[in-house]
C-alpha cells in the first residue's frame, strides 16, 4: 500500500454542526507533525468546508512531506451551490499545486447522501428516513444525476485544477470512474457486509484504475464492528434517556440502537475492539492491493471522552484520540447542538444535560501535554501497523 493515510478534519459542517469550532494553525501544524512522524503517515485526507482552512494545512502537510488529498466538502446545499463551491476550492488548491506537486483532488464525497437534488430530502436524515429511500438505491435512480453532476464538475475542475483528480463514492454508488484518475470508496465493514466485504472491495479493481479507500474505521464501544458507518447513531441513544417525550429517533436510526448490547443500561466502551477492527481492515486492503487508505478519522474535538459509560461521546466517534472540551468553546458547542436538535429533530436538547457530556474541562493528554486530546490504543495500533508496512 502506497498511501498510508489518516483523515484530518479542519471543520466540516455536518447538519449544521462546525465539527472543529477551534482552527488555530500551530495546532494544525503540530498535529500534522504528529500524523506524519508519530503515526507513520505519508498521506493525508484534509476535510472541511472552510476553503482558506483547508488550505493552511495543506500548505503545512505539503510543507512536512505529506502528500495531500484534497477534500473540500459542502453537504445540504444544492448542485449549483456546490460546483461553484469546487471551482472555488479547485482554485486554490491549484495555487498550492503548482509550489507542491504531491497533491490530489476530491471532488467531493458521498455526494447521493449530502448533496441536495439527488435524492429527495433537504438533508442526510430526511432522505435516509424517506421511505422510498431504499427502493430508489436499489433501483440506481441516484446513479444518472449523479453522473451528470460529477462530469460537469470534473471537467470544470481540471480547467482550474492540473493535477489528479478523484471523487470518494458510498459503495451503492455507481460512478463513472472513466473521467477520474483513482476510484475513491469510502468502505466502512458492518455486520451485514462482512462476509462481502472481500467482494465489494476487489469489485472497485475493475475499473483498471488505481484503488483508493477515502475513509473507514470503526466507533469505541462494544458492538460498533456490527454498524460500521451507522456506529456515530448510538449518540441518538445515548441522548434517549434525556429528550423528553417528544424524541423520537428517525426509523432507520431506530433499528440501528437495537444492534449493539448495553449493560446496564448504557453502552460499553471498548478501544481494544477499535483498534483491532482497523488493523484488521488494513491488512485486507494490504492484501487487495489498493493503492491507499485514509483512516476516518485523527481527531473529533465534539466527541468528548468522559469516564462515565452514560455521557462519554468519545464512544459513538471514530477518532484515534479521545478529546477533552475546550473550556473557550463549551458554550459555543452547547448552544449549537441544542439548534441542531431543535432543527432537526423537534426535541429541545437540556443544556445543562449537555454539560455532563462534558467533563474533563480544559484537560491535557499526558503524552502529548500541549493537546486536550489523549491517543486511544487505536492510535498506536495504526501507528505500529504503518512502521511496519
Known amino acids: 500500500m502506497k498511501r498510508k493515510g489518516v483523515c484530518y478534519d479542519v471543520g466540516r459542517v455536518l447538519e449544521g454542526s462546525l465539527q472543529r469550532p477551534n482552527f488555530d494553525?500551530?495546532?494544525?501544524?503540530?498535529?500534522?507533525?504528529?500524523?506524519?512522524?508519530?503515526?507513520?503517515?505519508?498521506?493525508?485526507?484534509?476535510?472541511?468546508?472552510?476553503?482558506?482552512?483547508?488550505?493552511?494545512?495543506?500548505?503545512?502537510?505539503?510543507?512536512?512531506?505529506?502528500?495531500?488529498?484534497?477534500?473540500?466538502?459542502?453537504?445540504?446545499?444544492?448542485?449549483?451551490?456546490?460546483?461553484?463551491?469546487?471551482?472555488?476550492?479547485?482554485?486554490?488548491?491549484?495555487?498550492?499545486?503548482?509550489?507542491?506537486?504531491?497533491?490530489?483532488?476530491?471532488?467531493?464525497?458521498?455526494?447521493?447522501?449530502?448533496?441536495?437534488?439527488?435524492?429527495?430530502g433537504k438533508n442526510l436524515i430526511e432522505r435516509m428516513s424517506n421511505p422510498s429511500f431504499r427502493d430508489n438505491v436499489r433501483a440506481g435512480k441516484h446513479n444518472e444525476p449523479l453522473n451528470a453532476f460529477l462530469a460537469r464538475a470534473n471537467a470544470a475542475v481540471r480547467e482550474a485544477f492540473h493535477g489528479k483528480v478523484t471523487y470518494f463514492s458510498v459503495p451503492f454508488e455507481r460512478v463513472d470512474w472513466s473521467m477520474l484518475d483513482f476510484v475513491g470508496v469510502d468502505l466502512y465493514?458492518?455486520?451485514?457486509?462482512?462476509?462481502?466485504?472481500?467482494?465489494?472491495?476487489?469489485?472497485?479493481?475493475?475499473?483498471?484504475?488505481?484503488?483508493?479507500?477515502?475513509e473507514f474505521g470503526c466507533c469505541t464501544y462494544q458492538g460498533a464492528e456490527k454498524l460500521g458507518g451507522q456506529g456515530w447513531a448510538i449518540a441518538f441513544g445515548m441522548m434517549a434517556d434525556y429528550m423528553g417525550p417528544k424524541a423520537s429517533p428517525p426509523a432507520g436510526i431506530a433499528e440501528v440502537l437495537k444492534i449493539p448490547t448495553r449493560v446496564d443500561g448504557h453502552y460499553v466502551r471498548d478501544e481494544t475492539l477499535q483498534a483491532r477492527e482497523i488493523t484488521d481492515q488494513l491488512g485486507i486492503f494490504d492484501s487487495a492491493g489498493v493503492e491507499g487508505a485514509f483512516v476516518f478519522t485523527f481527531v473529533s474535538?465534539?466527541?468528548?471522552?468522559?469516564?462515565?459509560?452514560?455521557?462519554?461521546?468519545?464512544?459513538?466517534?471514530?477518532?484515534?484520540?479521545?478529546?477533552?472540551?475546550?473550556?473557550?468553546?463549551?458554550?459555543?458547542?452547547?448552544?449549537?447542538?441544542?439548534?441542531q436538535g431543535r432543527e432537526l429533530f423537534g426535541v429541545d436538547l437540556p443544556p445543562d444535560?449537555?454539560?455532563?457530556?462534558?467533563?474533563?474541562?480544559?484537560?491535557?493528554?499526558?503524552?502529548?501535554?500541549?493537546?486536550?486530546?489523549?491517543?486511544?490504543?487505536?492510535?498506536?495500533?495504526?501507528?505500529?501497523?504503518?512502521?511496519?508496512?
Open 189 to 214: 465493514r458492518n455486520s451485514g457486509m462482512r462476509d462481502m466485504y472481500d467482494k465489494m472491495l476487489k469489485d472497485s479493481f475493475a475499473y483498471g484504475k488505481p484503488v483508493v479507500i477515502g
Open 301 to 339: 474535538p465534539l466527541s468528548h471522552y468522559n469516564e462515565d459509560p452514560r455521557f462519554d461521546s468519545d464512544m459513538p466517534s471514530y477518532s484515534l484520540v479521545k478529546s477533552y472540551p475546550e473550556k473557550e468553546n463549551l458554550e459555543k458547542i452547547i448552544q449549537q447542538t441544542v439548534k
Open 25 to 120: 494553525s500551530r495546532i494544525v501544524q503540530r498535529e500534522l507533525e504528529i500524523i506524519k512522524n508519530d503515526l507513520h503517515c505519508n498521506a493525508v485526507r484534509i476535510q472541511g468546508l472552510d476553503v482558506d482552512r483547508l488550505v493552511t494545512a495543506s500548505e503545512a502537510a505539503l510543507k512536512q512531506g505529506l502528500e495531500v488529498w484534497f477534500s473540500p466538502e459542502m453537504f445540504e446545499q444544492g448542485q449549483e451551490e456546490t460546483f461553484v463551491y469546487l471551482l472555488k476550492a479547485a482554485q486554490a488548491a491549484e495555487s498550492l499545486r503548482v509550489r507542491w506537486p504531491s497533491i490530489i483532488f476530491s471532488l467531493g464525497s458521498e455526494l447521493t447522501l449530502f448533496m441536495q437534488e439527488i435524492l429527495e
Open 353 to 389: 444535560v449537555l454539560t455532563k457530556f462534558a467533563s474533563n474541562v480544559g484537560k491535557h493528554g499526558e503524552t502529548y501535554p500541549d493537546f486536550t486530546w489523549e491517543p486511544k490504543e487505536s492510535f498506536r495500533a495504526v501507528a505500529d501497523y504503518y512502521a511496519k508496512h
